[in-house]
């Protein structure tokens, strides 16, 4: 009775191992579009969010922490959705062009949101419509790739 | 007239802690993924909490005993000590969720990062129900809840296209490009977010404390019947809120500053203040139920002396198992999650957990041996029983769903 | 008057006088009359008494914990049947649970932790 306990054991285990190298594994091609697919989707939500912040706070109706979280979030997602996008090669020429196309939004993004703080804490009104015009365009663009490629 | 004021004050004060942590997140990331074509999953879950929330008041009035205790007795100690088990840990996550709100909404208005934020929001918590000054905290954060209300002023104030939105709730399905894996995910956690647990426990506990008997049935259900459908109508104007500004433009909700952003645009820094402090107070009110609750289950199942109005000498075993609550739930805070995250599974979690908590809710309001008289009628059994179906269901397609869309991604 | 133990008496909270919780019915004694029935002599509460009835790991794990808390006295609290006022739906007691012997996870507790901490003989 103890051998199979044992034995019930170190099945569980070897399925466990098993599970977590198949999870390990290089991505495939569909795996890897759903990726960057949620990459592109985060980096929208950020920059669309971060235009709406600075419209507002352009308007004088934020206050001072709460932008400075907003933003911090923002650049914080374009962040990790840079990562993300770049954690796994992609496997192969179709999502070599996703990724191609993805990478330098995102790239643009973390320097728009980056422009935004600059913008936002020097009061420059002039500066942060620029900005904002500059996110609403990114963000249209990274729109027409998740649709695309969804 | 003094009797009137009572009743007003304890239906506002339901009406303002009815929404929570979930609620905020779970009608908000609705509005913006679904629009309002999830309102009627709100509309549902608030008739279920309603009818089970007037059965568990109705049990308390008169047998004097709150819900959980009598779970032992009908189900017996085994089923009882799954049912404490599962409750304790879904209570537990709760809180955590509740005190990560907390300290987000306080990072909103400091800046601050909300994990230096977390120690001081579970000392004051602690702190307040060591000293017992249960009551007119209770009173205060309820009624400063009632400051979501700002939302349903900001959508009158950005003139929220009410046609379009109407249209949107009477249409229950997907828009194109979404499945409805994801539509059905967010219906669960947008479900569970009204019938969480801690819920009927914190309110039939408070019950048993005040020492309702039948003559407090009418004061209970007006604030059931009328307390909760507003607090629905006030996460609803949450959803409606997202559903305007941000469904239109894609975005996916993932944070508790975006949740307060349609506001600040449209009521400018008032409004963006109010909402704030009103996420704080249904949050703090929020963890402060959720503490409490994790330790009347465990007491309630052991039948220890337990109560927010007992003092820590007359209760040491109910105490301690409130201040271990807390120090978990703050561990769990560190691990660095994010408090939205920890929110979702949370969700998830407590669908999974929901007919344990409403099945021998539904027994004991149908014995007469404890109701007398006072057993379900046909209408209550009625509604009580296709809800019980609606849980059984959520919970058992909440984790598949929740593995398949890959937690709503 | 007839009880049926496994539905009226096991599992349910008692009461004392005052209406303070004691515990719950965790397990029942019985003892065998002079005429060789058994009859009802005692409610036992405690975790040994429960971990006793829960059966399994699960109980050994139970009233394993409790055992090793069992200081000043071993088993659970006995409550002899003569001391029970009336049952409803909960057990009533005729006398202040001031009277019986105090839970050992309570005392210990109190104690060992509660008294340490400042501000806790407050009560509303």
Redesign the interface.
Known sequence: MKAGRWAGVGVALLLIWAGLAYCAGPADAHEYRRTAVQAAQAGLNAVRTAALAGVSDRDGKLIDPYLSVLIDESAGAVASAQNQLAAQPPPDDATRTLRDQLAPLLLDAAGAVGDLDHATSAGDDAGIDAVVARLRQLGDRLNDLVDRYR | MKKFLAVTLGILTAIGGFVDIGDLVAASQSGARFGMSLAWVMLVGVVGICAYAEMAGRVVAI???PVF?LV??RL???M??LNLVASFLVTLMTLGAELGGVALAV?????VHRLLWVPVAGVVLWVAL?????ETLERVFGLAGLLLVVFVVALFQMHAPWPDLWHQALSPMPDQ?ENWNTYFYFGISLFASALTPYEVFFFSSGGVEEKWGPKDLPVMRANVFIGFPLGGLLALGLMAVAAV?YHP???????L??V???V??T???LG??AA?LAFFATTFGAAMETGLSSAYVVAQY?????GK??????A??F??VL?VSILIGMAVLFTTINPIQLTEYMLVFSAVVLPLTYLPILVVANDR??LGDHVNGRFANAVGMVFLVVVVVAAVAAIPLMIVTGAG? | MILFVGFDLLDRQILDRDGQDVGKVDDVEFTVGEDGSPYLTALLVGPEALGRRLGGWLGRVVSGVAARLAMARPGPIRIPYDAVEKVDNAVHLKIRRELLPEPELEAWLREHVIARIPGNDHEE
């Open positions: 047998t004097n005993r205790d032992r007795e017996g100690p085994r009882g000590l990072e909103l208005a400091t800046s060591w000293r017992v000054k249960f490009g500004v433009l894609d975005v996916q909700l993932n944070s500053a975006q307060a952003l349609p600040a645009a009521l400018g820094k963006l203040a704030i052991f039948g220890w002396p337990w109005l007992l003092g820590p000498r007359r040491a075993r105490h301690v201040m041996q404890y991604g």
